[in-house]
């Protein structure tokens, strides 16, 4: 059974954020982790890197797959999931919770705003899912 | 769907290099929907390998620099063999290239003719190889996750890159033996060359012709034979210039 977070938004390319006071935190959604299958590695970036909203900003490695994973709202990165270079399959287990990508300090909090609600991203990926595709 | 029509190119032997440049040329204009989706056949024009986006190189790098100390040192009379490798977009383990046939399909991640599940779209994908090898007279089966098998030998592969909203899958046929031997620095997807199994060796000109007919019939779609635009070569000289024959792409991790 496939879980939408309801305390966050999401990027129609399956990415989530959620603030927390003048931070927030992003990671990918229990959809994304289920169409990536077993996650093997992921690529994540500095601290101090800065993104645009919608930037590459980590890869995620599974069966073969490298795929790009975007920030969902700008900012500067303040921390990365240390964990995941050793459990990979955080992402898979926990997308949500332990399996976060990175913690940043967004630029822009009004992007948050317009990102898709826990109720719009599922009817997403329900239509996406009774078409077949994405 | 976004596109009725895809497009089938035949770019016969090129480099590793060349062949990696034009793979994200596509990819790029796909991004910006200005080519259709497309599926390349191909093969390398000398052996090779190509290496997965995310897999280290270091066990080879210093291989190397151990190779050219020797050769400093004790001044034979050859140069060790310099292995040619070219970093791919595409995850995985690397690959040996030389005697097999290679495809690319490159289609938008909002085509629905394509899972976007990555288990459901590898299946998808390798019934177009197997129905080729049909054609061929050889009988092959799916072995899940991304492999072709012939009895219990793996003879074709795959791998992808999803970015930009568009899915690069890049497979390969092992048709005959790659012509180097298998580099143990390099962790490798271990494929077994057809000629091997069934005693003769398969044109490659044949093998395009029935690979593309088996995507035709797997995929369901209409696949016109084209070629690449002028905008997508001189986008493939450039990221063959500027990235495919760096160090600093190839030997990035």
């Not at chain 1, 496939?2 to 990671?27: F, I, N």
């Not at chain 1, 930037?55 to 490298?66: I, L, R, Y």
């Not at chain 2, 994908?125 to 080729?132: D, F, K, L, N, P």
């Amino acid at each position: 059974m496939v879980q939408y977070a309801k305390d966050r938004h999401y990027m129609t390319s399956h990415e989530w954020v959620k603030l927390e006071g003048d931070e927030a935190v992003a990671g990918i959604s229990d959809f994304a982790q289920h169409e990536l299958s077993d996650v093997v590695y992921v690529d994540l970036p500095g601290v101090g890197d800065v993104f645009a909203q919608g930037e590459t900003m980590a890869t995620v490695e599974s069966v073969k797959a490298a795929s790009d994973i975007y920030i969902p709202v700008s900012g500067e990165i303040i921390a990365v999931n240390e964990r995941l270079s050793d459990a990979p399959q955080l992402v898979n287990e926990d997308s949500f919770g332990t399996g976060w990508l990175v913690r940043l300090r967004p630029s822009n909090p009004e992007q948050y705003d317009a990102l898709l609600d826990a109720d719009a991203y599922e009817k997403q990926c329900q239509e996406a899912v009774q078409q077949g595709g994405h | 769907m976004l596109f009725a029509e895809w497009r089938l190119i035949l770019t016969g032997a090129s480099n590793a290099y060349v062949n990696m440049a034009i793979d994200e040329a596509t990819l790029i204009l796909m991004a910006e929907r200005r080519v259709p989706p497309s599926v390349r056949i191909y093969y390398y024009d000398a052996p090779c390998y190509t290496v997965g986006y995310l897999q280290s190189v270091s066990r080879l790098q210093s291989m190397a620099r151990h190779a050219e100390r020797v050769y400093q040192s004790h001044g034979t009379e050859t140069l060790p063999d310099t292995l040619v490798y070219v970093r791919r977009l595409t995850g995985g383990q690397s690959c040996v290239h030389g005697g097999d046939l290679a495809y690319s399909l490159i289609v938008s991640l909002a085509d629905t003719l394509i899972p976007s599940n990555v288990l459901d779209s590898y299946e998808r994908i390798s019934y177009g190889v197997i129905e080729g090898l049909r054609l061929l007279g050889v009988d092959a089966r799916f072995a899940p996750p991304t492999d072709v098998l012939v009895d219990r030998w793996p003879v074709a592969t795959a791998a992808q890159a999803r970015r930009q909203g568009v899915l690069l899958h890049q497979g390969t046929v092992a048709l005959g033996p790659p012509g180097i031997k298998r580099e143990a620095a390099l962790p490798s997807v271990m494929t077994t060359p057809l000629s091997e199994l069934i005693g003769t060796q398969i044109d490659f000109e044949d093998a395009a012709k029935s690979l593309a007919m088996g995507f035709r019939s797997a995929l369901g779609v209409d696949l016109s034979p084209g070629i690449l635009f002028a905008k997508e070569k001189r986008l493939a000289r450039q990221l063959l210039r500027d990235k495919y024959m760096q160090a600093r792409w190839n030997a990035m991790r």
